[in-house]
């Protein structure tokens, strides 16, 4: 086996953002674009000659083409072996999984997630540690460093590596291990969960519908759902893989999930709904005629945790990103535990599950998840959802109602403005900071910040952060503007975007009495709404009217 070392220059563009590297597939197809940041992840992390490391993919256009790279530049860097899922094929979950039950040095995910593919949709690279979960920002912000200083990377010359096919092949020194994508993870989610009465509860009768939009959830969840459930064939929908999911957008929200939604609001509807996203890690779940906010599912989660298996043990806390809404702190406090908020993105739950302090995290943007791995985990929510369901025998919204009517509703609502000029975008957030001092300047009566209607500002700022167990800092993650009451407006620019910017706009207020559950979040939140639009000239300076997506 021959291994070259080829000259490069550095691209000067290999920032991981919230979620690893995500860009256009051309501009992942440009000379040695891959390479070099590929390169730089393996300086960067320094395995042990002889490390193994786990690989997989989302299935998405160019998927299997980089793998072979990465492939090829594993055995040249000195790994022993690769963990890889057959066809290319690892969820989020599973690879987060895998890298942990074969205690391997890390993996390497590809996935643009949420976001669409085909030769002109996105691409994503994401490097997971030994926990299993994404690289804290320190490593990420020493790849991006090694990327902008690479003169040279390694790859044998080789063959291509048969993808399809179980079993063990040999790149130079290097073992290919091409394993089941599924059956690790399949086992894993059957240690914490009662299969046997979600067994019980689909064969009397309960109907479900899951929605794998053509992207990689749909082998998990035909394995999970039909093979050892016994739903019937048709509960997974769009099951198959397919590498432009099928032209749609695998994100499982109300907008782009309108298949599923339509079923569940439709004559005739499933009792109970989900839907996944293009890498598995995030989860929408969708009672009849009703839908469950993220912020209230990880909420109940946490307050029917008592019935799960998995869980009967008691959890040791809970932490939700800082845009999720403080649904979950009510129940933490009930339970008398922690609860703890982070900036957005799942690398920062990592340490808080390592060192023993939480059990279950979440965010509002469709991501649950626990200590049995280090990503978000979107079937596990689903199974997590169809226990409870099993144990109380209660319809998704009646457990829904029930909980706001113990712990009040935290009323929520996520407007997205997609692709919008970046200069507007920035803008917007200088202005917003601009603002803090007269926002929050004393009232004649020194009675606090500016008073809209009945909501009177009580502090702004930009979020940040300290991790409670390395102490590392992390600014300028969020501009909330908080308000004596407990509502709150915060405004955040995306990171996973590849196109212009995506301002985010989150809204959220608590409704104590019972009798206004029922009101339409947008209803209810119409004067954060209009404050925010006011204060943030969102739209004199993006123009646009409104948001791309509601959530
Ligand atoms: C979004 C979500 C964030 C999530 C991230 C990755 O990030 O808001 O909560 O962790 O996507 O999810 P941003 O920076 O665009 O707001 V996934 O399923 O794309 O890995
Ligand atoms: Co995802």
């Given at each position: 086996m021959q291994f070259r070392t080829v000259s490069t220059t550095p691209y000067t563009d290999q920032k991981p953002g919230t979620s690893g590297l995500r860009k256009r597939?051309?501009?992942?197809?440009?000379?040695?674009?891959?390479?070099?940041?590929?390169?730089?992840?393996?300086?960067?992390?320094?395995?042990?000659?002889?490390?193994t490391l786990v690989l997989?993919?989302?299935?998405?256009?160019?998927?299997?083409?980089?793998?072979?790279?990465?492939?090829?530049?594993?055995?040249?860097?000195?790994?022993?072996?690769?963990?890889?899922?057959?066809?290319?094929?690892?969820?989020?979950?599973?690879?987060?999984?895998?890298?942990?039950?074969?205690?391997?040095?890390?993996?390497?995910?590809?996935?643009?997630?949420?976001?669409?593919?085909?030769?002109?949709?996105?691409?994503?690279?994401?490097?997971?540690?030994?926990?299993?979960?994404?690289?804290p920002e320190k490593i990420t912000e020493a790849i991006f460093a090694a990327s902008r200083k690479i003169a040279q990377y390694r790859i044998a010359d080789a063959p291509d590596v048969a993808l399809d096919t179980s079993g063990d092949t040999m790149l130079g020194d290097m073992t290919v291990s091409v394993t089941d994508p599924v059956s690790d993870y399949a086992e894993l989610m059957e240690s914490l969960f009662d299969f046997g009465a979600i067994r019980k509860l689909l064969s009397?009768?309960?109907?479900?519908?899951?929605?794998?939009?053509?992207?990689?959830?749909?082998?998990?969840?035909?394995?999970?759902?039909?093979?050892?459930?016994?739903?019937?064939?048709?509960?997974?929908m769009n099951a198959v893989p397919l590498p432009d999911f099928g032209g749609g957008h695998p994100d499982p929200n109300l907008t782009y999930a309108h298949e599923l939604v339509e079923a569940l609001y439709g004559s005739n509807a499933p009792d109970f709904g989900a839907a996944?996203?293009?890498?598995?890690?995030?989860?929408?779940?969708?009672?009849?005629?009703?839908?469950?906010?993220?912020?209230?599912?990880?909420?109940?989660?946490a307050a029917n945790a008592h019935q799960v298996p998995g869980y009967?043990?008691?959890?040791?806390?809970?932490?939700?990103?800082?845009p999720t809404s403080a649904a979950a702190d009510r129940v933490a406090a009930t339970l008398n535990i922690p609860c703890y908020e982070t900036p957005t993105g799942w690398k920062f739950f990592g340490n808080l599950m390592d060192a023993g302090k939480v059990t279950l995290c979440g965010e509002e943007s469709f991501g649950t998840g626990s200590d049995h791995i280090r990503e978000k985990d979107g079937l596990w929510a689903v199974l997590f959802w169809l226990n409870i369901l099993a144990a109380r025998r209660q319809s998704v919204e009646a457990i829904v109602r029930?909980?706001?009517?113990?712990?009040?509703?935290?009323?929520?609502?996520?407007?997205?403005?997609?692709?919008?000029?970046?200069?507007?975008?920035?803008?917007?957030?200088?202005?917003l900071h601009e603002r803090f001092a007269e926002?929050?300047?004393?009232?004649?009566?020194?009675?606090?910040?500016?008073?809209?209607?009945?909501?009177?500002?009580?502090?702004?700022?930009?979020?940040?952060?300290?991790?409670?167990?390395?102490?590392?800092?992390?600014?300028?993650?969020?501009?909330?503007?908080?308000?004596?009451?407990?509502?709150?407006?915060?405004?955040?620019?995306?990171?996973?975007?590849?196109?212009?910017?995506?301002?985010?706009?989150y809204l959220e207020s608590y409704e104590?009495?019972?009798?206004?559950?029922?009101?339409?979040?947008?209803?209810?939140?119409?004067?954060?709404?209009?404050?925010?639009?006011?204060?943030?000239?969102?739209?004199?300076?993006?123009?646009?009217?409104?948001?791309?997506?509601?959530?």
């Open positions: 597939v051309p501009a992942f197809r440009q000379p040695h674009y891959l390479e070099n940041f590929v390169q730089s992840v393996f300086d960067t992390v320094a395995a042990p000659p002889g490390a997989g993919g989302d299935g998405r256009y160019y998927n299997r083409e980089a793998i072979q790279v990465i492939l090829k530049m594993a055995a040249a860097n000195g790994f022993g072996r690769v963990l890889l899922g057959r066809s290319g094929i690892l969820s989020t979950p599973a690879a987060s999984c895998v890298i942990r039950k074969y205690q391997t040095h890390g993996g390497i995910i590809l996935s643009a997630s949420h976001n669409p593919g085909g030769p002109d949709g996105d691409f994503g690279i994401k490097y997971n540690t030994a926990n299993g979960g994404p690289a009397g009768g309960f109907r479900i519908k899951f929605e794998a939009m053509h992207a990689v959830t749909g082998p998990y969840a035909r394995e999970i759902f039909v093979n050892r459930l016994g739903a019937p064939e048709d509960s997974v996944s996203d293009g890498d598995g890690d995030r989860n929408m779940i969708l009672g009849r005629h009703f839908f469950v906010t993220p912020s209230d599912s990880l909420a109940i989660l009967q043990q008691g959890l040791a806390g809970i932490a939700r990103s800082m029930e909980h706001w009517a113990r712990f009040g509703r935290n009323v929520y609502s996520r407007h997205d403005y997609e692709g919008i000029p970046t200069d507007a975008a920035n803008g917007v957030m200088r202005l926002l929050q300047a004393c009232t004649e009566q020194g009675r606090g910040g500016a008073q809209f209607g009945h909501l009177q500002v009580r502090l702004c700022d930009d979020f940040s952060y300290t991790d409670p167990v390395d102490g590392s800092v992390s600014t300028g993650q969020g501009i909330r503007i908080l308000f004596v009451d407990g509502s709150r407006i915060v405004f955040r620019l995306s990171g996973t975007g590849t196109e212009g910017a995506t301002l985010r706009l104590p009495d019972v009798s206004k559950h029922h009101l339409d979040a947008q209803q209810a939140l119409a004067t954060l709404i209009s404050i925010a639009l006011e204060i943030s000239e969102l739209r004199q300076r993006t123009g646009r009217e409104r948001p791309t997506v509601i959530t």
